[in-house]
């Protein structure tokens, strides 16, 4: 039911998991698991996906976000007990157990990451906007900073999105020069191994990088798609936890 980490699965306390899209409620357009209450789904049905997963994952409620591709980073420091979306953030750190971080994709990249030693977690929205604004960065830095956490302690997973096959943009000058180092062909990008360099840049260490690897365009069967649909599609999700002791 999940896509999983081997690098996450060793650590005991951890929970996380990848949806894909399917054995979900939705109908038509978001025809599966769609994790999404903005998209347009019947909001009754995306409750009862929210239900199955926190029940598969056993995590008693979510926390998640109206991303917004910006770099705003969330940090929950307190118990929390409810299903709770917060506006206008794209990564979420905490330290607190029983609740689910919960990032929704369809091309994005999700990227998780846990420090083991310092029991920090944080999970992130990343599409091309945020590779550009290095929001991954920008979460490292932050879990160092205020949670004390170490980056060479640190593991990430780097969930599906859509690959260097599919990744097409014309306008270059919206990327950084270095992105060209990342051109698979004059107008596409591998925007996955740009988010390696800039976990690599913070101190991760490469061995401790793992990506799922998928186009989520290549496989609309198991995933949505933004670009893939036409932009009328679900989310899957990113989910990420500590375990209630
Ligand atoms: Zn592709």
Redesign the pocket.
């Known amino acids: 039911m999940f896509l999983t980490s081997k690098k996450l699965t060793d650590i005991p306390w951890l929970i996380h998991g990848i949806t894909t899209r399917l054995n979900g409620f939705s109908h038509g357009h978001y025809s599966g698991l769609n994790l999404s209450f903005d998209v347009g789904d019947n909001k009754e049905t995306v409750k009862k996906n929210h239900e199955k997963i926190k029940h598969a994952l056993g995590i008693r409620n979510f926390i998640s976000l109206k991303q917004t591709h910006g770099i705003n980073i969330l940090e929950i420091r307190d118990d929390c007990f409810n299903d709770r979306e917060y506006n206008d953030y794209d990564a979420i750190i905490t330290d607190q157990a029983g609740t689910g971080l919960l990032i929704k994709t369809a091309d994005c990249q999700s990227v998780m990451i846990v420090d083991p030693v310092s029991k920090v977690i944080a999970n992130i929205h990343n599409g091309w906007k945020g590779s550009v604004a290095d929001i991954t960065g920008k979460t490292v830095l932050r879990m160092k900073q205020s949670w004390d956490a170490n980056p060479q302690h640190m593991k990430a997973f780097i969930g599906p999105s ?6 097409e943009y014309n306008d270059h000058d919206i990327f950084p020069p270095w992105f060209k180092e990342f051109q698979a062909s004059p107008d596409y990008f591998d925007f996955q191994a740009i988010t390696v360099r800039q976990l690599k840049l913070q101190g991760i260490s490469i061995e401790n990088i793992e990506k799922v690897g998928l ?5 609309p069967g198991l995933f949505y798609s933004y670009r ?1 649909e036409n932009k009328i599609t679900g989310r899957f999700g990113a989910i990420i936890g500590i375990k209630l002791s």
């Open positions: 859509i690959g260097p096959c599919c990744a186009c989520t365009k290549c496989n893939g």
